[in-house]
């Protein structure tokens, strides 16, 4: 699915060569930008998912794009010891997470894909505490049909859908209609 206007890189370009898989790569503070950069020039396929944010600067409140995980951000490439040695040097980068570089952690291709139709789908998003716990549901209709996640109750017929990343506990929720969602 070829989500459109992505300002952040184009996770849909992944690498002809088969093999390839979603890694997470952990970052230093505020430097997501900077190592995006540097391995796009590189040919490495990096995935920087982005939502709005107030900021306040001399005063002045603002909408700004901020990372949607705070110190990562995805890569989609065949992960061989010299790409894992090239995504290591860019400048910014703490590490990949896994245990070394041919024992990796794979993000699962399903997490992914929610984050990209979260970012499609233009709803409103927030950071929100990492849940293991919780009811799964599927939602059924709309943008996101058939995107999974952790469904909290905020109201009788608003709720929130907790997405989570569980290599790096992290977790975004996005508003919407719990009409729409079904058990997983």
Known sequence: MKVPDRPTGDP??????TGSAWYALQTRSHCEDLVHHQL?????????????AWSRRSGVRRRIQVPMFPGYLFVHH????ASCIEVRKAR???????????????????????????????????????????????????????VEGILVRTRPNKG???????????SVAVELDCTRVVAA
Do not use: C, N
């Open 12 to 17: 849909d370009a992944s690498p002809a060569s």
């Open 40 to 52: 796009t020039q590189k040919g490495i396929h990096p995935f920087l998912p982005k939502i709005e």
């Open 78 to 81: 065949v992960m061989d010891k």
């Open 92 to 146: 910014g980068v703490v590490r990949l997470l896994g245990e070394r570089w041919d024992r990796l952690a794979v993000v699962p291709a399903q997490d992914i894909e929610a984050i990209q139709r979260t970012v499609g789908a233009r709803l409103t998003v927030m950071p929100y505490p990492y849940l293991r716990e919780g009811q799964r549901v599927r939602i059924t209709d709309g943008p996101m049909a058939d």
């Open 160 to 170: 929130l859908l907790v997405l989570s990343v569980d290599l790096f506990q992290r």
